[in-house]
């Protein structure tokens, strides 16, 4: 059974950061990409981040890119997201998933941009 477990976010001021954390369990998690999307109240999945099973291709969102990062441990079974530079916008829940339209995906963590 796939079990993703989302954690890191919380309250922070605009321009902060957070770094977001993906447990992963219940499936051969190194040979899978892996993605980061978010929910924003009132709106849709938006795609955020991939990253490929090896690691060493990653593609973002262009409302992210040079903001945000995704990358991952394979010995660790854990895909991160880097937020930096956040904006009031940026609020919403953030889920890792199995692919880019959220299969899969975990319980989220909330990201909360507020001065």
């Known amino acids: 059974e796939v079990h993703l477990v989302e954690s890191g976010g919380g309250l922070v001021q605009p321009g902060g950061s957070l770094r977001l954390s993906c447990a992963a369990s219940g499936f051969p998690f190194s040979t899978y990409p892996m993605s980061w999307v978010r929910q924003a109240p009132g709106k849709g999945l938006e795609w955020v981040a991939t990253i490929d099973a090896g690691g060493e291709h990653q593609f973002h969102a262009n409302a992210m890119k040079g903001r945000f990062t995704i990358s991952r441990d394979n010995t660790k079974n854990i895909v991160y997201l880097q937020l930096n530079n956040l904006e009031i916008e940026d609020s919403a829940i953030y889920y890792c998933?199995?692919?880019?339209?959220?299969?899969?995906r975990g319980q989220g963590t909330q990201v909360t941009v507020s001065s």
């Open positions: 998933a199995k692919d880019s339209v959220g299969t899969g």
